[in-house]
């Protein structure tokens, strides 16, 4: 009967987490970045992403900086953190030199870029291992 669900479903309501089962999101949750934007990165990224896209002008583009977080500026030098060590090599090989360039002319001659992903790898360590 229709009461009876209602009576079910104000039960679960009532023990939320009871059932880890009935928490789709829980899941989810952990492939957010460890690392939340920084604002003075995002002010330096937000601009510098707008003209490499322009300039580069494909579809795929922003595919590859989709879980992308600007999470520092310091020294003048950007760190971008992304999701896995794919698309680490895939953004310093295809974008890394046009990236580099856009930030030198936005930010200054000193700017650098620093790519970091997850399993602890940075573009610093991947371009000396060259």
Do not use: C
């Amino acid at each position: 009967s229709p009461s009876s669900l209602l009576a079910t479903d104000d039960h679960d309501q009532a023990a939320p987490g009871a059932d880890p089962k009935h928490l789709p999101g829980t899941v989810e949750t952990e492939l957010l970045p460890p690392s939340i934007a920084d604002s003075r990165a995002k002010a330096v990224w937000d601009p510098l992403l707008k003209e490499v896209s322009q300039q580069i002008n494909t579809p795929s583009l922003l595919v590859w900086f989709e879980g992308t977080v600007p999470t520092a500026f310091e020294n003048s030098t950007l760190v971008l953190w992304v999701p896995n060590h794919f698309a680490l090599e895939y953004i310093e090989t295809r974008f890394g030199e046009l990236i580099r360039k856009v930030l030198k002319e936005q930010v200054g001659a000193d700017a650098d870029l620093l790519v970091q992903a997850p399993d602890s790898s940075s573009s610093i360590n991947s371009t000396r291992s060259r």
